[in-house]
T-cell receptor
């Protein structure tokens, strides 16, 4: 499974776009890139995932480089409620239609008023 | 509302005692997972189950046991063999059985040693 590398922390001004980078240079061709976030003492919340193409949903956009070695999660207009630890994960299949998520330490995003 | 319910929210264990953490989902998901999270760390996989009456060990299964008698329930037992059980335990489920579906998480159980 792909090892992902994220900066340990980032700050972002409220109302500005937050761009969270992730390196996953060892990702294999069939591994999806998933992003979750976790607010203290709560379960992780799913944000977005992608394989090759850029993706967008109501929460965020995911930009994956053409070589798939890195990606960027974009929160277009960060609010104070977006303060959390953000995890970038390469999802590896474990046979018979299941997969495992291998979490690293993530990036602690602080949105500043 | 559909979701994953973990109980209790806080649990205390005495030395030599087994404790069971509950995880129930009403999402009609086939796959269910148990993760452990230590302070300042990411999640690590303990056990997972893809269908009823079947489950597989994850990366840190020693000292834990599970059962999957019903589709909606996947309880985790922390046995006395787990020497460092203090952690935040998270249950997740996933539908569809394919890698392109996200896992959804409960709000966790925090286990401490008395």
């Amino acid at each position: 499974d792909a090892k992902t590398t994220q900066p340990p922390s980032m700050d972002c001004a409220e109302g500005r776009a937050a761009n969270l980078p992730c390196n996953h240079s060892t990702i294999s061709g069939n591994e999806y890139v998933y992003w979750y976030r976790q607010i203290h003492s709560q379960g992780p919340q799913y944000i977005i995932h992608g394989l090759k193409n850029n993706e967008t949903n109501e929460m965020a956009s995911l930009i994956i480089t053409e070589d798939r070695k890195s990606s960027t999660l974009i929160l277009p207009h960060a609010t104070l409620r977006d303060t959390a630890v953000y995890y970038c994960i390469g999802a590896r299949g474990s046979g018979a239609g299941s997969y495992q998520l291998t979490f690293g330490k993530g990036t602690k995003l602080s949105v500043i008023p | 509302d559909g979701g994953i319910t973990q109980s209790p929210k806080y649990l205390f264990r005495k030395e030599g005692q087994n404790v069971t953490l509950s995880c129930e989902q009403n999402l009609n998901h086939d796959a269910m997972y148990w993760y452990r999270q230590d302070p300042g760390q990411g999640l690590r996989l303990i056990y997972y189950s893809q269908i009823v009456n079947d489950f597989q060990k994850g990366d840190i299964a020693e000292g834990y046991s599970v059962s999957r008698e019903k589709k909606e329930s996947f309880p985790l037992t922390v046995t006395s063999a787990q020497k460092n059980p203090t952690a935040f335990y998270l249950c997740a489920s996933m539908g569809g059985g394919v890698i392109s579906q996200p896992q959804h998480f409960g709000d966790g159980t925090r286990l401490s040693i008395l």
